[in-house]
């Protein structure tokens, strides 16, 4: 008759709890502006006609703020 092995393994997952959750909000992050790129939302310079360039800056995985810069060099920062 066999005997049942039992393996145990002990770590510390505090750590890769904090690594987790910090994939999962830049993998959110990405998500939104995969998808504000996809649907087609793109912003441009009412003065020279150009196309934004826009970087979103997240909190908690939420919007706070978007910095809108243009190559004729007009740049300014939105809260979302």
Known sequence: ?????TINIDMNSTKLEAQLRAISKHT???ADELCVINAGDVLHYPE???????ETYY???KPVVQMRQCPCGYRKAVNV
Do not use: F, I, T, W
């Not at 008759?1 to 092995?5: A, G, I, L, T, V």
């Not at 020279?48 to 826009?54: F, K, P, S």
């Open 1 to 5: 008759m066999k005997k049942p092995m």
């Open 28 to 30: 959110k992050a990405l």
């Open 59 to 61: 909190n908690d995985a």
């Open 48 to 54: 020279c006609g150009r196309e934004l360039y826009v």
